[in-house]
């Protein structure tokens, strides 16, 4: 062999060999896509909740090498929350991880009835895949053409206040003190009985009306919420754990029904692993926040399940029936069994 054919023959090998270990270390992220979804989201870029989409992305690209490559938009890229969950109905967006908006069936706002649970050893049991509320919800969503893959836990809620209230932890006695609550039922309902008089004001006007007295406190938020929102304009903060703020993660079925069932249960495992953690995520930072909101110069106080059980009876006795005409009686029947509500 002639020492030209010997060298053609080398760069042949070596041009082989150059891509076959190009293929080999390539990342799936590098690799060809053959599925792309679109996943909406509402949350900044560096919210946790962002990171949670992030993570679902890469999990299915590393189990799929490449194969489905789920973008994300945060921020509200794709629309608010409202506009995001129709066009999942519609098979526009793919995916999302977003509040859940009730406007399709009030029975969705099942999610932010109080006290479903009181600290997060009873959050990681409700919230597991399997229980009654993941079940309800995936029902629920499904009735709508949205298939339910899991909870994005953000924190327990509490109270921020500009003034100092009667008896936080005693539901009888009335607070003599005007709370912000969102506008829905199963806040308004569950603040009233737990002796506030309730004033319903946009997000966006919040931070005016607790600096102006038009409210004096607020319910909606965890401690990173109003660390980061609110804390120039609060005195006190009462960790009492009465709802769970969290987002959804969400598929349009129209997108669900063309997946083969292999990357069905891949995609749902990476939305359920996402959601384990946020639970873990969600426990460290509402004490990291509640720490700080101590040190910034709030009078902070931090109340375990034993510390709110009377708050959480009361609700569950007292409240839970109120909200039947938003969530039906059959609802709330079903709901008092599976927590042992006598």
């Known amino acids: 062999m002639s020492k030209r054919v010997k060298l053609s023959v080398s760069l042949v090998v070596a041009v082989c060999m150059a891509v076959f270990l190009a293929g080999a270390w390539s990342s799936p992220s590098e690799a060809k896509a053959e599925i792309t979804l679109r996943m909406a989201g509402q949350s900044p870029a560096d919210h946790q909740s962002t990171l949670g989409m992030q993570k ?35 098979g526009t967006i793919d995916m999302a991880l977003i509040s859940i908006p009730s406007q399709f069936d009030s029975r969705l706002e099942l999610i932010y009835v109080p006290y479903l649970m009181r600290d997060y050893g009873e959050a990681a049991e409700v919230f597991k895949q399997g229980g009654w509320l993941f079940n309800k919800m995936a029902e629920l969503h499904g009735e709508l053409g949205v298939m339910f893959l899991g909870f994005n836990v953000e924190g327990f809620g509490g109270l921020g206040l500009t003034k100092e209230p009667k008896e936080v932890l005693n539901p009888l006695v009335k607070k003599d003190l005007l709370l912000r609550v969102p506008p829905m039922d199963t806040f308004k309902i569950g603040a009233d009985d737990m002796g506030y008089t309730t004033v319903s004001i946009p997000y966006a006007e919040l931070y005016t009306a607790l600096q102006t007295g038009i409210a004096e406190g607020w319910t909606g938020g965890a401690p990173p919420h109003s660390y980061q929102g609110f804390r120039d304009v609060l005195k006190y903060y009462y960790q009492i754990n009465n709802f769970v703020e969290t987002e959804s993660y969400l598929m349009s079925k129209v997108t669900w029904d063309k997946l083969s069932e292999a990357d069905r249960k891949i995609i749902a495992d990476a939305c359920a692993r996402a959601a384990r953690e946020s639970i873990e995520i969600s426990e460290r930072e509402d004490r990291e926040f509640f720490d700080k909101l101590q040190d910034y110069g709030v009078k902070s106080f931090w109340y375990t399940a034993e510390d709110v059980k009377d708050l959480a009876a009361h609700a569950r006795k007292v409240t839970w029936p109120k909200l039947e005409k938003r969530l039906t009686k059959e609802l709330i029947d079903e709901m008092m069994e599976a927590y042992n509500v006598k």
């Open 56 to 90: 679902v992305s890469k999990w299915v690209a590393e189990a799929t090498n490449g194969r489905i490559d789920i973008k994300t938009y945060p921020s509200s890229q794709l629309g608010d929350y409202t506009l995001v969950y129709e066009e999942l109905i519609r």
